[in-house]
């Protein structure tokens, strides 16, 4: 039974192109978050969302496009994908009430843009 | 806003015995919570160990253990016995335990990381 869970889990892909990565928990979370973590393994927060609400959206390129149809779903779209968007993405969500909010992590996705 | 610096890109250790992992970090907060996670090559991000702030005891978790200087922002992570499995990535990590407006307080802030390698 996996927590939290993505894919696909590796993607390559041609520049210019559209590709989606999509997660799901079922923790019963009520935040999801997308992070990209570069090649020198450098994580950075990308969106958050906290009941289908957009409230984490960091200096990312208009290119790449989060949705999130109910609180167990955060699905990222990027758009005309360049080769600096290679990178793992990692989707987690995490229980704010909960006190410590620690997020638990899916097992990430790898793009690699050729 | 918030910093983590992991000062060491790399440790080594022997099997068996002990390594400490540092970790400072920059902050005007009073309270929030500080992380390690390990990221082994499987890539998957696996929590270690937590800490509160407005906790003065040092968090343990078996093998694991931290010493947490409030007042001169360190967090640094010990294993005992290091095992073969420890070997991974660790990073450290900072969330404000403030609610604020725009959910910043949610967001999870990392150090570069550190490359623990095990020697048998």
């Known amino acids: 039974d996996t927590a939290v869970s993505q894919t696909p889990k590796y993607l390559v892909t041609q520049m210019g192109n559209d590709k989606s990565i999509k997660c799901e928990q079922n923790l019963g979370h009520d935040t999801m978050y997308w992070y990209k973590q570069d090649s020198k393994k450098f994580l950075k927060i990308m969106f958050s969302?906290?009941?289908?609400?957009?409230?984490i959206n960091e200096t990312v390129p208009n290119r790449f496009s989060p949705k999130s149809p109910d609180k167990a779903h955060l699905n990222l779209h990027i758009n005309s994908l360049e080769l600096g968007d290679s990178a793992v993405y990692f989707c987690?969500?995490?229980?704010?009430?909960?006190?410590?909010?620690?997020?638990?992590f899916g097992a990430g996705s790898r793009l690699t843009v050729l | 806003a918030q910093t983590v610096t992991q000062s060491q890109p790399e440790m080594s250790v022997q099997e068996a015995e002990t390594v400490t992992l540092s970790c400072t970090y920059d902050t005007s907060e009073s309270d929030y919570y500080l992380f390690w996670y390990k990221q082994p090559p499987s890539r998957q991000m696996i929590l270690v160990i937590r800490?509160?702030?407005?906790?003065?005891q040092n968090a343990t978790e078996n093998r694991f253990s931290v010493n947490f200087q409030k007042a001169a922002k360190s967090f640094s992570l010990k294993i005992s016995d290091s095992q073969l499995g420890d070997a991974a990535m660790y990073f450290c990590?900072?969330?404000?335990?403030?609610?604020?407006?725009?959910?910043?307080?949610?967001?999870?802030?990392f150090g570069k990381g550190t490359l623990l390698t095990v020697n048998p």
């Open positions: 987690a969500s995490s229980q704010p009430k909960s006190g410590a909010n620690v997020l638990t």
């Open positions: 990590a900072y969330r404000s335990a403030y609610g604020r407006s725009g959910g910043s307080n949610y967001k999870l802030t």
């Open positions: 800490q509160e702030a407005y906790k003065q």
């Open positions: 969302y906290n009941n289908k609400e957009l409230i």
